[in-house]
């Protein structure tokens, strides 16, 4: 079966989430609370979930991603998990139908845009399929996000709302990236404020050798501390950990804010 999909998202992915008795995984870089809500009303209680997403500081601020669509799926037990790079939709149910698309899980995605996608249950297709979705799971680009991760970004994401939006969510320009940098910096402290200011005179694409060429200046700030490289990369998984970088692989990090 290939069928066409283009003005019935909608229909189409609830009509297979009703029907799923063992799995539903769904890839999708923007995410939204409403659409989130009612695909999850049709699921069966036992069906297994889980979600690749894009938690950038970017897509959060912007509203394309809701921490609180993520939040309501952990709360469905479902897993989650963070891929830096992801651009694809893909939608899989009990490993059996599939949905490769132009559509996010969002209102727009399901309703109002114009998207294409296609449906299929050619099993040679679906263990690919299968097979590619299982590879970004254990890519050491993705991040399983759990319930105290999600807080920890919620709350930041809360803290720099008002100010954010308000001064910076206008047309990109030098001004406004100092602002942004501003606005973020002034709400870290200790150790990821100052590795936050390392980052902020990096290229928008950076490597751990590039941050490493201010161990010794870390060093005199942190005299006690033996281990600085460690140091440093743990609060670069920290600062990846609040959407500010993302880690797109081989030691090479790119600003997401």
Not at 82 to 87: E, I, K, P, R, S
Not at 172 to 196: A, C, H, Y
Not at 234 to 239: D, E, K, P, S, Y
Request: charged share 25%.
């Amino acid at each position: 079966m290939l069928e066409l999909l283009k003005r019935n998202h909608y229909e189409k992915l609830m009509d297979l989430t009703s029907s799923a008795t063992q799995s539903i995984e769904c890839v999708s870089p923007y995410v939204k609370t409403d659409a989130t809500k009612s695909l999850l009303s049709y699921k069966k209680a036992a069906t297994k979930l889980s979600l690749v997403t894009n938690p950038s500081l970017r897509n959060i601020m912007s509203q394309s991603l809701d921490t609180e669509a993520l939040s309501t799926w952990l709360g469905e037990n479902g897993r989650l998990f963070g891929y830096a790079t992801l651009h694809a939709k893909i939608y899989l149910f009990d490993r059996k139908y599939g949905i490769v698309t132009s559509a996010n899980l969002t209102n727009g995605g399901l309703h109002s845009n114009l998207e294409y996608g296609v449906l299929f249950n050619d099993q040679q297709l679906i263990a690919k399929l299968v097979n590619d979705i299982e590879a970004i799971y254990h890519d050491p680009l993705t991040n399983e996000i759990k319930q105290e991760w999600l807080s920890e970004l919620m709350k930041f994401q809360q803290t720099l709302k008002p100010t954010y939006l308000t001064t910076v969510m206008s047309e990109d320009s030098p001004t406004n990236l100092l602002m942004k940098e501003e606005v973020i910096r002034t709400q870290l402290n200790g150790w990821k404020q100052e590795i936050f200011e390392l980052i902020k005179i990096q290229d928008d694409q950076f490597t751990l050798a590039d941050v490493y060429q201010y161990k010794s200046q870390m060093q005199i700030l942190h005299p006690k501390n033996q281990h600085i490289e460690e140091k440093m990369r743990q609060v670069l998984q920290n600062l990846r950990d609040l959407g500010i970088i993302e880690f797109v692989g081989k030691g090479i990090y790119r600003k997401s804010y």
